[in-house]
């Protein structure tokens, strides 16, 4: 029987207040110009359909980090602890050229453009070609010191 596993790391970045300023601004004009355009009991109906569209997005998009002893979960993703060798903690502007120009094609990725830090974490599995997982993460040092406890 499996045992449950105790979580020793757990992280979940929610959006933040900009983001949702933003996107109740673009809510808010597609609302007017439905008002404009069709009437106000319409420009309601559009603008409570779009604050519960997202209130859905704002809860499905968030990034899940687990660590538990054996196993490390990132959103559906998960990958035996053994596998990993190396975890490095990136500031933002590390994270800006990894994830872009000097980005490995084969490279795993699990970003949030909302969250500018994350980790780089290195994979040798001799049945996998993904040299590295690279994650966003605003935790990244924490994440980094989970990871490489038993490591």
């Not at 809860?59 to 490095?88: N, Y």
């Amino acid at each position: 029987m499996n045992e449950p596993t105790t979580n020793t790391f757990s992280s979940r970045d929610r959006w933040p207040i900009w983001l949702w300023l933003f996107c109740l601004f673009l809510a808010a004009s597609l609302a007017i110009a439905v008002e404009a355009a069709l009437g106000k009991n319409l420009a309601w109906a559009t603008l409570i359909a779009e604050n519960f569209l997202l209130i859905w997005a704002a809860l499905s998009t968030p990034l899940l980090i687990e660590v538990s002893e054996k196993e490390l979960s990132v959103g559906s993703a998960r990958i035996d602890r053994g596998f990993i060798t190396a975890i490095t903690p990136l500031n933002s502007r590390e994270m800006a050229l990894i994830r872009g120009r000097d980005a490995n094609p084969l490279c795993w990725m699990a970003l949030r453009f909302w969250v500018s830090t994350g980790v780089k974490i290195e994979i040798a599995d001799p049945r996998d070609p993904t040299p590295y997982w690279l994650v966003s993460t605003k935790r990244a040092v924490a994440l980094a010191t989970a990871l490489n406890q038993k490591l």
